[in-house]
């Protein structure tokens, strides 16, 4: 794997765990709205991650031919939650049902902030990866003097 490989695997973690943590920013935002465009409460957003292969062309092909394959990490996708809202009684709010039920976001604010911790540790990790190959580089190039 050569330098730019692993920065551009690196960066692709990195732009993955961004999108992951704004998703969870939005979903802690909206953790009380109980009414969203498409009509109902906000429905929890996540992002789904796959492995890509970084190389095309001949490269993979040759790459595939003695078993080494390098893959950067993807958002293919961003679904929403599909458990039913969280009812509330509160028969005071202008969303209440006739029975004084109102539907509340499927936002557990807990888990988005474990969520949210993990994604920075995550994206961290990705951070000190790309400093390590840019110093390695870097020391490469001091051979020469």
């Known amino acids: 794997m050569d330098f730019f490989s692993s920065m551009n695997i690196s960066s692709s973690a990195l732009t993955a765990e961004r999108t992951r943590m704004n998703l969870i920013s939005s979903n802690l ?3 009380g709205s109980t009414r969203t465009s498409e009509g109902g409460p ?36 961003i679904v929403e939650d599909q458990n039913p809202p969280r009812m509330q009684y509160d028969p005071g709010h202008p ?22 911790i993990s994604a920075s540790r995550s994206y961290e990790a990705n951070v000190t990866a790309v400093q390590a190959a840019k110093s390695m580089a870097l020391k490469t190039l001091e051979i020469g003097k």
């Open 29 to 31: 935002a909206n953790a």
């Open 42 to 77: 906000y429905k929890r957003k996540d992002a789904v991650f796959s492995a890509t292969p970084l190389e095309s062309g001949f490269k993979r092909a040759l790459n595939s031919a003695v078993g080494q394959q390098t893959r950067q990490v993807e958002v293919t996708e």
């Open 95 to 116: 969303d209440a049902n006739a029975q004084g039920y109102v539907a509340m976001p499927n936002v557990n604010v807990v888990e988005e902030m474990a969520d949210m």
